[in-house]
Structures are given as structure tokens and as C-alpha cells.
């Protein structure tokens, strides 16, 4: 028997159950891993609450791990028994000591990665990569607006933004986030309790505002991503976090510009094998480079158990960075 994280009903953190389960053989096509961190992402918070509700219950949950390849199935040959890996799009479950999941959405972890580094950036960066180079292509001398930069995925944003010459001006929550981001690599923070995130994008570019927006908060930014925006201009609407967008009136967008907006997912963009494969590659070549860097706070590293208390503090918005879950911490 091995120890996961499961629910059987959609809420708050309390519904999250530390319990005994029999992890499944791979079938054909398949790896077993055990693995030794998990990945923690906003994205499991929409999932638990019913969000995304998942298709039956009782549920595993989480999607991003990097461990050890415990078990392999029949046909595989890319993998064996004993690689380093690390997977972000597997089917919910991967808080667990023991997933099973794809080969195919697998890629080999590099010795120079830690399986801390690698769980607490291949969502996030993966995240970062369609986004900069696939929904829209961030260039050298770009000037762009970035949300909750100081996040997981707000922190590597501005570490790649930094890397492609482009300049990066992130929102944040607080001073201390603005230090961060600004560390990081962001070329200007809009502190969003202080400021008006829209009067200071026009500042910033002396009246131009900024040809793409990415915004993964949701509800709360919407107006202000619109309203920072060039004529034509495009919003990377991203994510949820102050809740979905909801209720709104198309003509706005011609009112304000003949705007246009995308609702990517990673998974519309990596779909393959080839596809995790140069993704990946890309990333882990910043990480090992030191271009990116991927330090996961001690406060926010909790053992597998305390998932509860780890959804809380990230829902309480006082995280920076990624957080983590450990198996048998």
C-alpha cells in the first residue's frame, strides 16, 4: 500500500483525505513512477473547489511530479526502470507517492535538475513557453504586461522575459512581490493595491500601452488587461484566480480597440511526445544555464499529508514562487 491525496467531493481544502491506496500497474504504454516532489498549481485549487470538476469520485488529484520510473508497461522504449523524470500533464493523481501515467507525457529530467527544481517548474514553465513562443511570439525589445509576477509562473515569466531581451511589467499584490519580480528580471511591477494598473502601462510606454497582456488572474483584471491595451492588441487570458470571466459583452471589444482575446491551455499546444520533448528542452537548458532559476521556499515545501494546509496558504495569495508537496517528509 502506498499513501495519495484524494476527495469525494467538491470544496473548500478540508475536502482533501490523506489515504492508504493500491497504485495501478502500467498498462501498454505506460510508466509507473514514484515519485519525490510534487508540483502544487492554482490549476489543482480549480479542480478541488469544482472548478474543473473531475469526471468521478473519488478523485486523485494534481498533475505535476518528478520522481523515479518504478515500473514499466508493455511497448515502452524511450524509458526504463530507474530514469530521473518529470511530467506535468498527467491524468489527476499525482499526489501520491506512486503515479501511473503516459510515457508519452514523460521527459527525462537532466542530473543537473533536482526533482525539487523540476516538480516546482515544468508546469509553470512549460506554461511559460507556449505562451512566449506559440500563442503570441515575445521578441527582443518587446514591452509586454504579465500578471501575479511574482507566482510560480509569474517568476520564471520574468526570468525568460529577462532572457529574450523583452520587457517584462508585472503586477503584484505587494512591495515585497515588486522586489521579487523586479529580482527576477521584470522591467517594471504595478503594485495593484497602490496603483491603476491601466494609467500605469500608458506611464510606462508614454501613451503606446502594451500589444499583448497575459492575465491568469481572471475576474478581478479583466477590465484593467483590456484597458492596457494597444488598438488590435491581444489578451492571453490564462487563468482564473479571482474567479472566471463570465457575462461579457463582445462589443466591448470594439469599443476598446478592435481587441482580440485567446483562453489557451498547455494542453491545445503540447500534444505529443515531440512536442513535451522540444518544450522541455528549452526550459531545462534555462535552468541549467542559470538563466532561470527555481528555489522553492522551506515554508512552502509540506509534506504530502498537509496538502490541506498547502492549498490554504496558496489560496491565502501568501505565497511567492512555487510550493511544493513532499512524499514522506
Known amino acids: 500500500m502506498a499513501k495519495r491525496i484524494q476527495f469525494s467531493s467538491t470544496g473548500g481544502p478540508d475536502v482533501l483525505e490523506y489515504v492508504d491506496f493500491q497504485p495501478q500497474d502500467p498498462a501498454e504504454g505506460e510508466i509507473q513512477v514514484e515519485n519525490k516532489a510534487i508540483g502544487i498549481n492554482y490549476i489543482d485549487t480549480y479542480v478541488r473547489s469544482g472548478l474543473y470538476a473531475p469526471a468521478a469520485f473519488p478523485s486523485g488529484l494534481g498533475s505535476e511530479a518528478a520522481g523515479v520510473v518504478s515500473k514499466v508497461g508493455a511497448g515502452v522504449t524511450h524509458i526504463k526502470v530507474g530514469d530521473r523524470v518529470v511530467y506535468a500533464q498527467a491524468p489527476l493523481g499525482s499526489y501520491s507517492e506512486f503515479h501511473t501515467l503516459s510515457a508519452q507525457k514523460a521527459a527525462i529530467l537532466p542530473d543537473s535538475i533536482s526533482f525539487e527544481q523540476a516538480a516546482a517548474s515544468f508546469l509553470k514553465g512549460l506554461t511559460v513557453y507556449y505562451l512566449f513562443f506559440q500563442t503570441h511570439k515575445i521578441k527582443a525589445g518587446d514591452t509586454f504586461l504579465f500578471h501575479a509576477a511574482a507566482g510560480g509562473v509569474g517568476l520564471i515569466a520574468c526570468q525568460w522575459a529577462k532572457a529574450l531581451g523583452a520587457r517584462l511589467i508585472g503586477t503584484v499584490g505587494s512591495d515585497e512581490k515588486a522586489a521579487l519580480a523586479k529580482e527576477a528580471g521584470a522591467w517594471a511591477t504595478i503594485n495593484y493595491h497602490k496603483e491603476d494598473i491601466a494609467a500605469r502601462v500608458a506611464e510606462l510606454t508614454q501613451g503606446e500601452k502594451v500589444s499583448v497582456v497575459y492575465d491568469s488572474v481572471g475576474k478581478s483584471t479583466w477590465l484593467d488587461s483590456l484597458n492596457s491595451l494597444q488598438r488590435q492588441g ?96
Do not use: C, M, W
Not at 480597440?257 to 531545462?284: C, D, I, K, M, W
Not at 532559476?293 to 515545501?301: F, H, I, L, N, T
Open 234 to 329: 491581444l489578451l492571453v487570458s490564462f487563468g482564473n484566480a479571482s474567479g472566471p470571466v463570465t457575462g461579457v459583452d463582445l462589443a466591448i471589444l470594439n469599443q476598446k480597440g478592435s481587441l482580440f482575446v485567446t483562453r489557451p491551455s498547455l494542453n491545445n499546444y503540447v500534444t505529443n511526445l515531440q512536442e513535451l520533448t522540444a518544450a522541455s528542452q528549452e526550459l531545462f537548458s534555462l535552468i541549467a544555464s542559470g538563466a532561470i532559476k527555481v528555489d522553492v521556499k522551506e515554508a512552502q515545501k509540506f509534506p504530502l499529508s498537509q496538502a490541506r494546509n498547502a492549498h490554504q496558504t496558496l489560496e491565502s495569495r501568501a505565497t511567492t514562487g512555487s510550493s511544493l508537496l513532499i512524499p514522506g517528509k
